[in-house]
C-alpha cells in the first residue's frame, strides 16, 4: 500500500519551473523581465511555479 500511494505522489506531482526559465538573461535564462516567468510556469496551489504543459517536451536540460 505504501508503494502505491508513494508511485502516485511522485508520478501526479508537477514538474517544477526550470531555472533558464525563471531567471532573467542577463543571468543565464530566458526572461526579459522577471514578470515573463508567467510565460513559461504556472503559479500552483502551493506557492510554487511549475513548468506549463507546452514546455514539458522540450525541456531537457535543466
Known amino acids: ?3 502505491l500511494i508513494f508511485s502516485w505522489i511522485a ?4 514538474e ?3 531555472r533558464k526559465y525563471r531567471v532573467t538573461t542577463e ?3 530566458l526572461l526579459a523581465n522577471p514578470s515573463d516567468i508567467h510565460r513559461y510556469c ?3 496551489y ?3 511555479f511549475v ?3 507546452e ?3 522540450e525541456q531537457g536540460d535543466g
Not at 11 to 14: I, S
Open 55 to 57: 514546455y514539458t517536451d
Open 42 to 44: 504556472d503559479l500552483d
Open 11 to 14: 508520478f501526479t506531482t508537477p
Open 27 to 29: 543571468n543565464g535564462g
Open 46 to 48: 502551493g506557492g510554487k
Open 1 to 3: 500500500v505504501n508503494a
Open 16 to 18: 517544477p519551473c526550470p
Open 51 to 53: 513548468l506549463r504543459d
